[in-house]
């Protein structure tokens, strides 16, 4: 064979390896890019319902269409299936969900109480009372349930309690409720069984919902906890009993903070503790309190905030300068690993929803990791109040804050704890594969969703936009956030 045939094979063989190794490359890179998109989550939403119907949310579970306020035409499921029809328009004044997953309907209209109990396929009437002036319905709250428990109303210095479980009416004469608290003129209790009353004289004391005595009426004050006992005061000092009046914790100190698992217990000295809930004292009287509202048992702003973060128990004492426009001073920031108190932090403001932060008089803020340790530090310099600070992306922190103008402002930051230009609106939902922002535009709103990269995914828009859950309302649909 000469020489110019070899060459002209040693080109064919090369031409050839080069081919195929470009189909090669061209197939792994088709197969590649088809795995990716497979695997990579598509989120959107999905609409599951649409009629001309006014809609407004009960709960994730149940959704009400009506064409007017405050009526029921239809209840849909989360399926978006009309489970039911009204053939005359229920009027309501407030529907609540019950401890079996049903819900409670009423209203109170010329002196008659009507309840009714909707099953999640019919309504069928619970209550028809004359002669009922007012109702205000009892609500029992914790951590992660809320149930409506019984309806009370006065009538001429007496107490009426309509219970559910029964179904019947208890009086107890001279006697009124007193809310373990009160939100929006709706009695909440902390013990599903227990209303707490108070007699003529200004004394309190506890009955069930049958209107029988648990403990009589002997103190200055007292609320259910979570933990099926009472927060006591007797001339100003605070303890706690249980239905026994058997004391667990003696009436003996300053004030105590119920925390579901937990008790704050504040002594004479302004140390406060850590209890669980059998009582024990985990940390000693360690940590400071500093009282910068006057201690109110019932009272939803406290100078002492309880979170979990990581496994920990974090104690902070609040800063509440914005309620009673007291200097900035630091106040402490408690982490608690097991019995002990693992580290201590002292600024001026805290933050521990959402991410882990703190700030100074000088608004120099800093960011926490999972093991409270410092990550981002970023200065705002126009600052005289830090709402929040919102983890909405990968590596992407928003903060809401007040200027020194009172106006409300947002600032987008990064891992760097370097400014980020962007817009994105009101966050309403964050997690590891999402977010949501909402935000107003010339047509009314905007709901926005991105994934982790800041891409978007989906949007919405609509007069109305109502978010509960994984559904959205938009005006006169419903939509249902699937993940794919």
């Known amino acids: 064979m000469d020489k110019e045939k070899i060459n002209q094979m040693f080109v064919v063989v090369v031409i050839m390896t080069l081919l195929i190794l470009v189909i090669a490359f061209i197939i792994s890179t088709l197969v590649t890019s088809k795995t990716e998109d497979e695997n990579k989550l598509q989120v959107k939403y999905n609409q599951i319902y649409s009629s001309d119907y006014t809609l407004r949310a009960i709960d994730s579970n149940y959704f009400i269409g009506s064409y007017e306020e405050n009526r029921i035409s239809v209840i849909i499921n989360n399926e978006g299936h009309e489970v039911y029809k009204s053939t005359n328009n229920i009027y309501y004044e407030g529907i609540y969900k019950t401890k079996h997953d049903e819900y409670i309907i009423y209203n109170n209209l010329d002196n008659k109480l009507n309840v009714y109990l909707f099953d999640g396929k019919e309504i069928r009437t619970l209550y028809e009372l004359d002669n009922v002036s007012y109702v205000k319905p009892v609500i029992y709250k914790n951590l992660s349930q809320e149930y409506i428990r019984c309806f009370v109303s006065m009538i001429d210095d007496d107490l009426y309690i309509y219970n559910l479980d029964e179904i019947e009416m208890n009086v107890i004469n001279d006697a009124s409720l007193v809310g373990d608290q009160i939100i929006d003129g709706i009695y909440y209790i902390n013990n599903e069984n227990n209303l707490v009353v108070r007699n003529k004289d200004g004394l309190m004391g506890v009955v069930d919902l049958k209107g029988e005595t648990i403990i009589d009426y002997k103190y200055e004050n007292i609320v259910n906890t979570s933990n099926n006992s009472f927060i006591i005061s007797q001339d100003g000092k605070y303890g706690i009993i249980n239905d026994k009046e058997e004391k667990l914790i003696k009436t003996n100190y300053k004030a105590i903070y119920d925390f579901n698992d937990y008790f704050v217990i504040v002594n004479s000295k302004n140390k406060m503790a850590l209890y669980n809930s059998d ?126 103008n009172g106006q409300v402002k947002t600032v987008y930051i990064n891992d760097q704890g370097e400014e980020e230009d962007m817009n994105l609106g009101e966050n309403i939902f964050y997690n590891n594969i999402y977010s949501e922002f909402k935000d107003k535009n010339d047509n009314g709103w905007k709901l926005t969703m991105y994934d982790q990269n800041l891409n978007i995914l989906d949007t919405l828009e609509g007069l109305y936009i109502y978010k509960i859950d994984e559904y959205v309302i938009v005006d006169n649909s419903i939509y249902k956030i699937v993940v794919m």
Request: glycine content about 4%.
């Open 279 to 404: 009582y024990d004292n985990l940390t000693g009287f360690k940590m400071n309190y500093d009282s910068l509202i006057p201690f109110n048992l019932r009272s939803s702003v406290r100078s002492v905030s309880l979170y979990k973060v990581n496994g920990k128990v974090v104690v902070v004492n609040n800063y509440l300068e914005d309620v009673n426009k007291t200097e900035y001073d630091n106040h402490d920031f408690y982490v608690i690993n097991d019995k002990e108190i693992q580290k201590t932090i002292e600024e001026v403001g805290f933050g521990c929803e959402s991410v882990v932060y703190t700030y100074d008089s000088n608004y120099e803020l800093s960011i926490y990791d999972n093991y409270f340790e410092v990550i981002i530090e970023y200065k705002i310099n126009d600052a005289e109040k830090i709402n929040n600070v919102l983890l909405v992306a990968n590596n992407l922190y928003q903060i809401i804050y007040e200027d020194v």
